[in-house]
DNA sequence: AAATCTTTATAAAATCTTTATACATTCTAT
DNA sequence: ATAGAATGTATAAAGATTTTATAAAGATTT
């Protein structure tokens, strides 16, 4: 379930960190962590976090700026958690895009709680866990894929790749986009690497890997997925 | 924006029914009220609301019981609003489903800012601006065009051209604007690009190229996009 | 040792730039 | 008012550049 998950916390208090620390670790979450604004945004650069809890009352930068510079590029569930409970506030920081937003002192189960429901809105709209296309199905939770009811043999780095673009179907995903999100956030110029694996893929699903019917290229741009 | 967003309070206080319904529609929220769990459940059923607001004491059967039935078939956000504020009451309702949890009393401007976070969570990746100009369609965020619903494939600089002329529709964009946006600062020269692009798109868009309805010529002058 | 990922090399394809040419429109001098 | 010049436009096509596909060698991981 949440055996890969990992959560990134942005805040300098010793006592909330080892809080934290203990309730999301024990309950199955890998925790990294963060004490000033800078470092959070490198380490949710680096990272790539499944979520991030976030304290507004940082020491070098204010919370909500920097939540406004990750909105600019990080998508998955911010939680702000934070002693500063004015309705602007509250207001400001939903509207720019925090998931959640809870206060200190807070209650360990309900941030829990929170954290767990902020991951599932995140990703369940996405994954609906059978993906089908022709003949091709993409089971995602088990991470099988079928083509004419025949298993194909996916590395790792291939499946995630694929279910990637099959979970955006339609969409034209940039390389820059693909090579972050599967490969990590200073890969963004490694377009080479697409190339080898696309190339992989098509061989294994396309009917005619030279005529490809899904995985489909936008010069200059990126990939997609189908029609 | 949220014009056409209908809210479904759950909830048999008249006092609460009345502050809600204050500030959501003068918020440009549509609300429908019910006030048990009964008529909740057909509510939802003939209304379908962009969003639910909870209540979880009801006369009839307990919220909690209703957020879970709602949760079989309805998959926008549920937020709950109740007195209750036992740690195990929102674990449990979150776990079932509920996007949120809120205990009375609230700040209505809170409330209203989290409608907006769960319904914006609900739908952002689901439905993007899409340009519609008879049978032609502009995706922008998936850079997919397409005529009589069948994909046009566009190069990245014919797309660029595309989307900038049709998201300034109607009006005469000059070369030297078109030419600084899509190639640079420096090119505000090189009209003679302009005409190779637009004669390329016209090809693949236009119902008869050499009488185009859509990209037109403003001579001396630019392009215009549409009437 | 086997499988997988990274990196390099190269040919092919796609795209962009530039040139050439024909057509259309506006302006000007008679 | 009209011929002719000047300016603006459309389009095809050649040339240059960028991007892509693919195989295969090397490195790393399991």
Redesign the pocket.
């Known amino acids: 379930m949440n055996e890969n998950d990992t959560i990134l916390i942005i805040d300098d208090e010793i006592q909330i960190r080892r809080l934290l620390e203990i309730s999301l670790t024990s309950n199955g979450y890998k925790t990294i962590f963060a004490s000033d604004g800078k470092e959070g945004l490198t380490s949710a650069a680096t990272h790539n976090p499944s979520a991030i809890i976030l304290d507004l009352g940082l020491p070098d930068i204010d919370g909500l700026e920097l939540l406004v510079k990750l909105r600019e590029w990080f998508n998955k569930p911010i939680i702000v958690l934070t002693v500063r409970n004015s309705e602007d506030d509250i207001i400001y920081a939903l509207d720019k895009g925090a998931n959640d937003y809870l206060t200190k002192p807070f209650r360990s189960g309900e941030l829990l709680a929170r954290v767990r429901t902020a991951i599932r809105l995140n990703t369940e709209k996405i994954d609906s866990p059978i993906l089908e296309f022709g003949s091709l199905s993409i089971d995602l939770i088990n991470h099988v894929v079928r083509k004419n009811n025949e298993i194909v043999?996916l590395?790792?780095?291939?499946f995630s790749l694929l279910s990637l673009l099959a979970k955006n179907q339609g969409r034209v995903l940039t390389?820059q986009f693909l090579l972050r999100e599967i490969?990590g956030y200073s890969y963004y110029e490694?377009?080479?690497?697409l190339?080898?694996?696309?190339?992989q893929l098509?061989?294994k699903i396309e009917e005619n890997?030279?005529k490809?019917e899904l995985l489909i290229?936008?010069?200059?741009?990126?990939y997609r997925f189908g029609n």
């Open positions: 043999k590395t790792a780095t291939e390389h490969w490694q377009t080479q690497y190339r080898v694996f696309i190339a098509r061989k890997p030279s490809p290229t936008e010069s200059g741009i990126g």
